[in-house]
């Protein structure tokens, strides 16, 4: 056992704090748009490498956790997850960003719009397609992330090639929710937090009344797990670790984003303030892959097989 | 980063497995449906313990000097996770091996060590924590138990409440007051439970036999030489016990290897296949490793000797809700199993569950300490 951050991830997480600071203080005003999508920064982070990590061998599976989790704790929105796991490790020779889609391949999925490549994950096989000109049809924004679907699912199939075993790109999928989730209720968390300490009713900090503060505080409990399950999923290998990941994730995030839009107030309920763009990425995330009832399930079914 | 136990660490649980497995008598689980601080457990103890002690397994990372083995933090923490998954037959001696002894080592009199380490080591010492009173639970700074200097001695007045093993033990470890300074005031005191007038009461609880008491204190002389640890001084001390104390019990442990059994119940009933009952068996599996993560993370700190934190109290939580939600898948897919008494690790383990988050400090006084220490929340101003 050995929980301390590697002095190279150390190096590579304090790079990647100095640009997405730089990031933040030239971003341009909220324009009040629902959804959004960072490209300056996602071509940034591209070409400085970080999306790489986890194919590197001198930072690997943890380092590639510990950047989508960093990347998504703040109010930007960039294709970092499945660029760090499913193409770095799965389809390093394809272009990102990187959409995915599942089942029948025709519903809206996030970053689809703006991907340069698909993958298709099918029971055996992901397969995957580059994305041209008229591929997609953007859908009207209800979640933070630009979203799309594919205008002829069966074209895109014919297109496909298989890339890898379906088995593998579902459980760097189910890290990546996990990285990317725990990620975002964090960013949320430390946000509300913020609000709380600084907004004043009754006379008094709104964070200095217990109720509040202990809900926080269980919130902060649970995605402080969240986020040692992620980082756990992707250093180990497992598909046990991977599922409990995402699947404890999951489960957490209505209970806490609920806890956090209260303590927001109405200022929770504006694209003024940044709430939303961690909010409506999480109500996105707890569907991922079949969601918590899909994940707890399957957890169980591997901690527990019929035969032992 | 390495979520992994390295070949020593894996050698050193086997060799805990194997003693158990050789050690352990075949009635072990009747006595252990007794509660922890029952005349049976406790009793068994200090036929067990001293068994343990001599195979180096009770006291392992203690230093040389004081009976143990110089094992590492991970070592002793692997130790507590498989007492705790047989359903901790050290019985009340956990406390003596994981934060008393500890204590005494760092802040204890020559005298004092010589007197109660060797005792602890071998298996033969019985300690009761006299902390909480009537008016002093989760405010401990607000306890009233007086210790009035009188020569060469101290004059105890007052009573405990919730004193855990008290009716069996031979020492309490007890705070009391020597000032009205609220945490300046305060001194630890060991004293002997047959000092003339001591008197406990037990409680009748859920929470098994003999388990929790009150004590009473009526002009209890004890010789100065008691005051552990400097007089005033008693609050950095107690901080440091405690924060040995709060994650010191790996819970999680126990209530994943519950879940084994009640899936294991729930499989020989040809009950496994129902959807539902998989998915809140993965709901309460997932509680139990969230815990297990962020406790092994604070065992991570300790191990490379940084100060106790916030971040035990996150650990803390996490632990009190797995132990729950292991309980309460129980409750609802295996009722009789608990009316019936037919599987015996089950009231136990739900007696333990429903104490986890009193005991040690409460639950909602870690989110406090989160509240204050983590998120750095301002405190509620005083009424």
């Excluded at chain 1, 770095?88 to 391949?105: C, E, N, Q, S």
């Excluded at chain 2, 007794?34 to 001599?54: M, V, Y």
């Amino acid at each position: 056992m050995n929980f301390a951050v590697p002095e190279e991830c150390n190096a590579l997480i304090g790079a990647l704090e100095k640009l997405l600071a730089q990031a933040e203080a030239t971003a341009q005003a909220v324009d009040g748009s629902r959804s959004f999508f960072t490209g300056a920064l996602d071509a940034a982070l591209e070409e400085a490498g970080f999306l790489d990590a986890a194919g590197l061998e001198e930072f690997g599976p943890i380092a590639a956790a510990m950047v989508v989790q960093e990347i998504s704790s703040k109010p930007v929105i960039v294709e970092a997850a499945h660029s760090s796991f499913v193409r770095a490790l799965a389809l390093p020779d394809w272009p990102r960003p990187i959409a995915v889609l599942t089942g029948k391949f025709d519903q809206a999925t996030r970053f689809l719009g703006v991907a340069r490549s698909v993958v298709l994950l099918g029971e055996n096989h992901a397969r995957a397609c580059r994305i041209e000109g008229k591929d997609t049809i953007a859908t009207e924004p209800f979640f933070a992330y630009p979203m799309a679907r594919l205008a002829d699912p069966a074209a895109c199939l014919a297109r496909s090639e298989v890339v890898s075993d379906a088995a593998l790109v579902r459980r760097l999928l189910l890290v990546a929710t996990a990285c990317e989730l725990s990620g975002v209720l964090k960013g949320a968390l430390f946000s509300v937090n913020e609000y709380v300490k600084n907004r004043r009713q009754f006379g008094r900090a709104l964070g200095s009344f217990q109720a509040v503060q202990h809900r926080l505080a269980m919130c902060a409990s649970t995605i402080a797990a969240g986020e040692w399950l992620a980082r756990r999923a992707a250093v180990s290998g497992s598909m046990e670790d991977a599922v409990m990941a995402a699947g404890y994730l999951q489960e957490s995030t209505s209970r806490i984003l609920y806890d956090l839009h209260q303590f927001m107030g109405a200022m929770g309920l504006t694209l003024e303030h940044p709430l939303y763009r961690w909010s409506y990425r999480a109500k996105l995330l707890v569907s991922d892959l079949g969601g918590a009832s899909r994940q707890l399930r399957d957890v169980a079914v591997i901690a527990w097989p019929e035969t032992a | 980063m390495d979520f992994s136990w390295s070949g020593p660490q894996s050698a050193f649980r086997a060799r805990v497995v194997d003693f158990l497995k050789s050690e352990l008598p075949d009635d072990w689980s009747e006595i252990a449906r007794h509660g922890p601080g029952s005349r049976q457990q406790t009793d068994f103890s200090l036929r067990f313990c001293p068994k343990l002690a001599e195979a180096g397994l009770l006291v392992p990372h203690w230093p040389k000097e004081f009976g143990g083995e110089g094992a590492t933090v991970w070592e002793h923490f692997i130790l507590g996770e498989e007492m705790w998954a047989a359903g901790e037959p050290r019985g009340p001696q956990y406390m003596n091996v994981n934060w008393i002894g500890p204590t005494i080592m760092r802040f204890g009199t020559d005298e004092q060590k010589e007197l109660h380490l060797p005792r602890a080591a071998q298996g033969q010492a019985i300690w009761c924590q006299g902390f909480s009173e009537p008016s002093a639970g989760s405010d401990l700074v607000s306890l009233r138990t007086s210790a009035e200097r009188d020569g060469d001695n101290f004059v105890i007045n007052g009573s405990k409440i919730w004193t855990s093993y008290a009716g069996l033990a031979d020492h309490c470890f007890l705070l009391a007051r020597t000032s009205g300074k609220r945490k300046d005031g305060i001194c630890i005191f060991i004293v002997p439970m047959d000092t003339p007038g001591i008197s406990v009461r037990p409680i009748p609880s859920l929470v098994g036999e003999g388990d929790i008491h009150e004590v009473f204190f009526n002009d209890v002389t004890v010789p100065a030489s008691a005051m552990l640890g400097e007089e005033g001084k008693a609050w950095s001390i107690i901080t440091y016990s405690l924060g040995n104390e709060r994650v010191g019990i790996p819970r999680y442990e126990f209530s994943r290897r519950t879940l084994d059994t009640l899936v294991a119940r729930l499989k020989e009933e040809d009950r496994w296949n129902d959807e539902y009952i998989r998915y809140r068996a993965g709901q309460a599996l997932c509680a139990c490793e969230a815990a297990r993560l962020l406790v092994y993370r604070v065992v991570d700190e300790r191990s490379r000797g940084a100060p106790p934190s916030a971040e035990s109290s996150l650990a803390r939580f996490a632990v009190i809700t797995a132990d729950h939600a292991v309980s309460n898948f129980g409750l609802e897919f295996l009722p009789d199993s608990y009316s019936n008494d037919d599987i015996s690790s089950l009231k136990p383990h739900h007696e333990r569950a429903i104490a986890s988050g009193i005991a040690s400090g409460a639950a909602e006084i870690q989110l406090g300490i989160v509240a204050q220490s983590y998120l750095e929340l301002p405190w509620e101003p005083r009424a």
